[in-house]
C-alpha cells in the first residue's frame, strides 16, 4: 500500500471521528435540555366540549405542559367543574378562563350571554330568517317595515322601511346555539340575537307594531350604514333611491305645475301722445322772405 493512500486514509478516519464526536455532544445537549425543561400540570379537555356544555369531572382531565403556560389556563380541576362553556374547547386543549362562563352562570344559552346583554326572541318564517341561514354566530340587520304614525315624518308617504339596527349577532337559532362550521341552512321558527338593554326595548316594540326582517351581512362587515330609509310612495317616481327624506312625497311634475300660482301680470307701459308738428311761420320784409319754425304745446293745441 503506497505512502499516499494509507495518509488519505488516516486524514478520513480523523475527520469522521471529529464529526461524530460533535454530533454526539449536540444530540445529548439537546436531550439533557429536553427531560429537564420543567412542565406545569394544567387541566385540557378530554373530548370536544361544545359551547353551553355545563362541564363535568369526565369532561376534563390533566397533562404536563412544558414550557410556558398558556396565558388564563386553569390549572386546578374544582375551579372548572360546574362552569358552561362559552366557546369550543377542543380535545387535549388547555382550558381558559375566557371559553367559560362564571362560575354559577350555568349552562346552556343562558350561560353565553355577556355581562350586560341581553338576548331577545324574534319571530321568523323562511323570509324574514333569510331561507334559514341566519344561524348562531352570524351578524344581521334589523329592517322595519309599517305605516308611520300620523302626524311624524313620513307620515304621508304610505309603507316604509328603515333600517332600525345593524351588526347584531345571532345568539341561537331556535334550540340550537352550536356554530356551524359548513353553513348549512337551519330553517327554525324564532331566532334569538344579542343586544343591549336599550336595544331589546326598540326590537320588542317594533316586533308588536311593525314587520321585521333580518338582512345577513358578512361577519367581517363592521361599518353602520348611513341611510334615510324607503317610501311605498316613492317607488314610483323616476329616482326612487335619490335619497329624497321620508317627509318629501314625490308629486305628478305637471300636477305639481297645475297648482303653482299664476303669475303676477307685467305691467303696461303708459303710451305717449304723438308730439305735434312744428308751427312754421312766414315773415316778408321788403324783397325779402324768411321762415321761423315754433315748437307746438298742448296749450298751442
Known sequence: MSKRLVIVMVFALVVSGGASFLLYRVLGNRMVNQVTQPTTTVVVAAKQLEIGTLLKDEDITTAEWPGTVPEG???????????GVVSTIYAGEPIRNTRLAAMGAGGGMAATIPVGMRAVAIRVNDIVGVSGFVTPGQRVDLLIMGLPPAGQSGGNTGTVSKTLLQNIEVLSAGSQIQKDAEGKPIPVPVVNLLVTPEQAEVVSLASNHA?????????????????????????????????AGLGATPQNPLR???????????????????????????????????QVTFKRTSEVQ
Do not use: C, W
Request: no cysteine; charged share 30%; net charge positive.
Open 73 to 83: 389556563a386553569i390549572t386546578k380541576r374544582e375551579e372548572i367543574v360546574g362552569r
Open 256 to 290: 305639481a305645475r297645475a297648482m303653482q300660482p299664476p303669475a303676477p301680470p307685467k305691467p303696461v307701459a303708459e303710451k305717449k301722445a304723438p308730439e305735434p308738428p312744428p308751427l312754421v311761420v312766414e315773415i316778408l320784409h321788403g324783397g325779402a322772405k324768411a
Open 211 to 243: 314587520q321585521i326582517q333580518l338582512i345577513l351581512r358578512n361577519p367581517l362587515d363592521k361599518d353602520d350604514s348611513k341611510t334615510k330609509g324607503a317610501a311605498y310612495t316613492r317607488l314610483f317616481s323616476e329616482n326612487p333611491m335619490s335619497g
